[in-house]
């Protein structure tokens, strides 16, 4: 099984000549509601990949019409929505502005997802074939708790750094590191985590094999065009391209690779195809608008042509 434990909001999204910076205010014409979430978004990615039946999401969402939609919505999509429980803030949301160019900038108001606990997870959940998903818009000692449940009970734990909290401490990193089977990260994220546990990187390639190496664990770097790669603790390099593409909308890339990974863990398939697969699956998705309209299915994965 495949177990996400993390954020579900609500994204409203508008499409604008340039992003504001500070001070500055930029029309739109119009905008859309979109479902959103780090955790939501990476349950629907890898469910739309591996299958309905196999993805269960957990946290939490108000006890209002926006939470009513995102159960409603991983329902559609396959996911196994039973773990999601109603709390007394509002559900989280997202404000997104995306430019002419496809880049996109994002405020979440973090309302429910801030009462995540991973004592909503029955001991039930957690074995040897659990791949446990976690990001980091729940609270981090809760994630962190459901991480060790899963580690203890010989499951595979992948924890998307993401995004990187504001206070982020070698404390933090290393009882993460500990926890985690694969760590995924973006070139930055990489970067700030490797110096948080004292270690000045030249290049996001040098901090990937630093918190490998520190962790004893997988880390993937995903890196836009330039694609992924991932270190193992030895300091081996596995490489996946990026598809050329002209994006739209490149929201929800990240979360798109995060959960074709998770599904194809689950699968056990060789990390190397893993990464392909992430890959195509993340630029598939950036050829449509929105975090989660536009992640594909299974049957769209060249890399996973002939596959069930």
């Not at 990949?49 to 993805?55: C, E, K, S, Y």
């Amino acid at each position: 099984m495949i177990l996400v434990f993390g954020s579900l909001n609500i994204d409203l999204v508008a499409q604008v000549p340039v992003i504001p910076g500070p001070g500055r205010t930029v029309l739109a014409p119009s905008y859309q509601t979109h479902f959103g979430g780090k955790g939501a978004n990476q349950a629907v990615a890898a469910a739309r990949i591996a299958g309905p039946g196999q993805v269960r999401m957990a946290g939490r969402v108000g006890r209002d019409g926006f939470g009513d939609s995102a159960i409603e919505n991983l329902r559609a999509n396959g996911v196994d929505a039973g773990l999601v429980v109603r709390a007394d803030e509002p559900t989280g949301c997202a404000f997104i502005t995306v430019d002419q160019a496809g880049e996109n900038a994002i405020t979440v108001a973090s309302g429910a997802n801030l009462a995540a606990s991973a004592g909503d997870l029955p001991a039930s959940l957690f074995g040897a074939d659990t791949v446990l998903v976690l990001q980091m818009e729940v609270p981090f000692a809760q994630a962190l708790d459901a991480a060790r449940r899963t580690t203890a009970a010989s499951g595979t734990v992948i924890w998307n750094l993401a995004p990187v909290p504001a206070r982020m401490n070698s404390e933090m990193v290393t009882e993460l590191l500990a926890a985690t089977s694969y760590l995924l990260v973006n070139e930055h994220e990489a970067l700030d985590a490797a110096a948080a546990i004292d270690f000045a990187a030249s290049d996001y390639e040098a901090a990937a094999a630093a918190l490998a190496k520190a962790g004893n664990l997988v880390c993937i770097v995903t890196a836009g065009a330039h694609g992924a790669v991932a270190v193992t603790a030895d300091g081996t390099r596995l490489r996946a391209p990026a598809p050329q593409i002209t994006p739209v909308d490149t929201t929800g890339a990240g979360d798109t690779f995060a959960g074709a990974l998770a599904a194809m863990i689950h699968e056990k398939v060789p990390l190397q195809t893993a990464l392909e697969v992430g890959c195509e699956a993340a630029a598939q998705k950036c050829l449509k608008p929105g975090a989660q309209a536009g992640m594909p299915l299974r049957g769209a994965i060249a890399a996973l042509a002939g596959t069930a």
